[in-house]
Antibody, heavy 116, light 109 residues
Framework: EVQLLESGGGLVQSGGSLRLSCAAS????????MTWVRQAPGKGLEWVSA??????DTYYSGSVRGRFTISKDTSGVYLHMDKMRVDDAAIYYC???????????WGRGTLVAVSS | QAVVTQEPSLTVSPGGTVTLTCGSS?????????PYWFQQKPGQAPRTLLH???GTFSWTPARFSGSLLGGKAALTLSGAQPDDEAEYYC?????????FGGGTRLTVL
């Protein structure tokens, strides 16, 4: 069974850093593109970042470019968040898929809170 | 950045039919936007319903269908059930990036 399990969320101060992990099981993560999506409290979904199957190409939304870094290895996909802002507070979801592969399976999400 | 528009809310009667739409600020939504539809119930992670405007997954209930209609992507629910009450989001591709719509809150009442 394909599963994604996010971890690493928590409370961080504005300007601080946090690293999210998404453990993948049931499929070879290194052969699929992967995506991070976030949802601020009471708000809609926002596409954040994606990485291609080989891990060689990365993509970012304008709101996080230059501050967030996506990466992957054989175990999963990661999101390193620097210079965090209050408006980065959200549930962060890992999503299997992207360019060249359908978006299909979602993780349950990990909650990130940012204090000012 | 492009803006993807959805109806903020819609209501459908049990057993009824409703169509949700997804528009783009840049013009007509086409197959090249690779439209997706997601369903999210309160307190849960989203679930992917449709891909490429009308493609389904093994878990997609048959009462959900998708299309490109009048320059928009459309999600049609035929035979609504109380369990279909949820927030529905569309997603469109713009070059290398993707943009979600603001979501449609569907009430079955």
């Amino acid at each position: 069974e394909v599963q994604l399990l996010e971890s690493g969320g928590g409370l961080v101060q504005s300007g601080g850093s946090l690293r999210l992990s998404c453990a993948a099981s049931g499929f070879p993560v290194i052969t699929y593109p992967m995506t991070w999506v976030r949802q601020a409290p009471g708000k809609g979904l926002e596409w954040v970042s994606a990485i291609n199957d080989a891990g060689s190409d990365t993509y970012y939304s304008g709101s996080v470019r230059g501050r967030f870094t996506i990466s992957k290895d054989t175990s999963g996909v990661y999101l390193h968040m620097d210079k965090m802002r209050v408006d980065d507070a959200a549930i962060y979801y890992c999503l299997k898929g992207g360019w060249g592969s359908r978006f299909d399976i979602w993780g349950r999400g990990t909650l990130v809170a940012v204090s000012s | 950045q492009a803006v993807v528009t959805q109806e903020p809310s819609l209501t459908v009667s049990p057993g009824g039919t409703v169509t949700l739409t997804c528009g783009s600020s840049t013009g007509a939504v086409t197959a090249g936007h690779f439209p997706y539809w997601f369903q999210q119930k309160p307190g849960q992670a989203p679930r992917t319903l449709l891909h490429d405007a009308s493609g389904t997954f093994s878990w997609t209930p048959a009462r959900f269908s998708g299309s490109l209609l009048g320059g928009k992507a459309a999600l049609t629910l035929s035979g609504a059930q109380p369990d279909d009450e949820a927030e529905y989001y569309c997603l469109l591709a713009y070059g290398a990036n993707w943009v979600f719509g603001g979501g449609t809150r569907l009430t079955v009442l």
